[in-house]
């Protein structure tokens, strides 16, 4: 994208779709050490987008963790330690 004169740049229209912008939607810009993110205010969505959204990021992290193996109880074990609240045999 080009910055205009003024400082403006378009936001491409697939991305404005993913992120639910629109006309008078809010975005922010994030400086990182890398650059600079684009960021969508997301205020006014409803509880369906939202829960929506946060699917569609837990489908894309899907198999992204690989556990060597261990079910979910030993990785949390693993993880959290065991547990002293529990009467274990």
Known sequence: MRVTTKG???IPKP???R?????GSEV????????VRLVAVNENLSQEEKLRRF?????R??????LGGMT??????WLRG???????D
Do not use: N
């Open 28 to 35: 922010e810009f994030v400086v990182t050490d890398e650059g």
């Open 61 to 66: 992290m899907e198999g992204t963790l690989d």
């Open 82 to 88: 065991p547990r002293e609240d529990l009467d274990v």
């Open 19 to 23: 992120l639910g912008i629109a006309p």
């Open 15 to 17: 991305i404005r779709d």
């Open 8 to 10: 403006q740049v378009t």
């Open 72 to 77: 979910t109880d030993q990785y949390m074990e």
């Open 55 to 59: 699917s569609d990021v837990l489908d």
